[in-house]
């Protein structure tokens, strides 16, 4: 099988890679290299890489050309940052899915869409979120990324694209960008610097192992029916205990935790029902307390190589314009 994997030079995409080209896939790597693609993260894996934007047909055009599959992991995805820049993340969220669905569509393709629980918005406690349930986004990153799922199924409907949707929790794992709470937290945690909470951190949040996210997505790919959704969850925790285990596990001050000012728009609980991918199969297979977050934080300390050179230039800028004031205040 030849799969394109768009986004594949990125945090949970380059994860994917791995996991398809160990398996014996031919993989092609379509990804921007933005801020967070990352060439290093497919080093030793036997992957073609095309440079180009998803949301250009020559670039889509190059990149799938003899594909049987495409996965789509390519977006913009830090809410911080689409409150900051919204338009980039109409152009890859929304115009970038809809180019890849053409090329679907022409060549009459699988596809699956890697998209975000984020896109059914806040719930109230011990409610979880099934694939059928209205969306309701609150960001522009979600409201984006809801748009792209949408695209997808009018695909499926219009067209009879081969195409399904994941639905997955906030993921964390080596390799990823440190601009996300756990690898942002960890980073500074190892570096002695300011761990900056969102209001009281009482925002509740299920945490998916990049590992278990991908199986998710593969057994999609393989066995997920077209015009379907498929939820993948994780394990809840507010995000002050979350931070209080990287304390612990990296034997940080605690007097580093700064309550700040919240972000706008900031929701209080994600949730969802994964019951329908696992009558598929799936089981994850990492502990967030005995493995998943011990193992991620022992990867940052041995690889401080990897994530040392990107908090300086331009990820200083970005850290400087949204925590700067928060933190003086």
């Known amino acids: ?19 398809l080209a160990g398996a014996g896939a031919e993989v ?16 030793g894996v036997d992957a073609e890489l095309v440079v180009g934007d998803i949301a250009d047909v020559t670039a889509v055009e190059r990149a799938a050309a003899g594909c049987d599959a495409i996965v789509n992991f390519a977006a913009e995805t830090h809410v911080d940052r689409s409150i900051l820049t919204p338009q980039e993340f109409v152009h890859t969220d929304v115009l970038g899915t809809m180019t890849l669905l053409e090329w679907a569509r022409a060549h009459d393709v699988r596809y699956v869409q890697v998209s975000t629980d984020e ?3 806040d719930l109230e406690p011990g409610r979880r979120a099934a694939e059928d349930d209205p969306l309701r986004p ?3 990153y ?49 570096d002695g610097e ?4 969102y209001g009281d951190g009482k925002q509740v949040r299920e945490w998916l192992h990049a590992e278990d996210h991908c199986a998710a997505v593969e057994l999609v790919l393989h066995e997920g029916r077209p015009g379907e959704v498929y939820n993948v969850g994780g394990e809840d925790f507010e995000n002050l205990e979350v931070t209080n285990r990287i304390l612990e596990l990296t034997g940080a001050d605690p007097g580093l935790v700064r ?17 329908k991918l696992r009558e598929l199969g799936w089981v994850p297979s990492h502990s967030f307390g005995e493995t998943g977050l011990p193992s991620t934080v022992d990867w940052y300390r041995d690889h401080r190589a990897w994530w040392e050179p990107i908090k300086s230039g331009s990820y200083r800028a970005y850290y400087d314009a949204q925590y700067g004031e928060r933190l003086k205040a």
């Open 138 to 140: 609150s960001s522009p």
């Open 1 to 19: 099988m030849r799969v394109l994997v768009t986004g594949g030079a990125g945090f949970i995409g380059s994860h994917f890679v791995k996991r």
């Open 194 to 197: 300011p761990l900056p909470v």
């Open 119 to 121: 896109v059914y918005g």
């Open 28 to 43: 092609v790597v379509l990804d921007k290299l933005t801020y967070a693609g990352n060439p290093a993260n497919l080093e």
């Open 259 to 275: 309550h700040v000012e919240d972000r706008a728009g900031h929701d209080r609980r994600y949730a969802v029902d994964d019951t």
């Open 142 to 190: 979600s409201a984006a990324k809801a748009g792209g799922d949408l695209q997808v199924l009018a695909y499926v409907r219009t067209y009879g694209v081969r195409a399904s949707i994941t639905r997955g929790a906030n993921t964390y794992g080596a390799n990823q960008y440190p601009e996300k709470l756990i690898p942002l937290f960890v980073t500074n945690a190892l």
